[in-house]
Nanobody, 123 residues
Framework: QVQLMESGGGLVQAGGSLRLSCLAS????????MGWYRQAPGEQRELVASILRSGSINYADSVKGRFTISMDAAKRTVYLQMSSLKPEDTAVYYC?????????????????WGQGTQVTVSS
């Protein structure tokens, strides 16, 4: 089983910065993709940023130029550096990972989510 543990959320003033971290623990053969999603009250969960094993990165238009995603595969950790934060960035931020593991001689894939960390940006 894999667990994702987020950290780094909190309260910050508009224009400030925060850095989120997400550590993956458990039996993992390979990290295929990791990403950050967010969900504001009354809204659907949306993709913020994702990074593939190849290094390919994708950002939501709303965070381009302000947020930076990075991954240290050796440490099984993905980061989200958030700068120039706006009140509309307020949400619960969830870490997501897509992993591969060996099972009875077969390489299988699975998806895992963290519990979420609150980010609140005051105006």
């Amino acid at each position: 089983q894999v667990q994702l543990m987020e950290s780094g959320g909190g309260l910050v003033q508009a224009g400030g910065s925060l850095r989120l971290s997400c550590l993956a623990s458990g039996t993992i053969f390979r990290i295929n993709k990791m990403g950050w999603y967010r969900q504001a009250p009354g809204e659907q969960r949306e993709l913020v940023a994702s990074i593939l094993r190849s290094g390919s990165i994708n950002y939501a238009d709303s965070v381009k130029g302000r947020f930076t995603i990075s991954m240290d595969a050796a440490k099984r950790t993905v980061y989200l550096q958030m700068s120039s934060l706006k009140p509309e960035d307020t949400a619960v931020y969830y870490c997501n990972g897509e992993f591969s593991y060996w099972n009875s001689g077969t390489l299988r894939e699975f998806d895992a989510w963290g519990q979420g960390t609150q980010v609140t940006v005051s105006s």
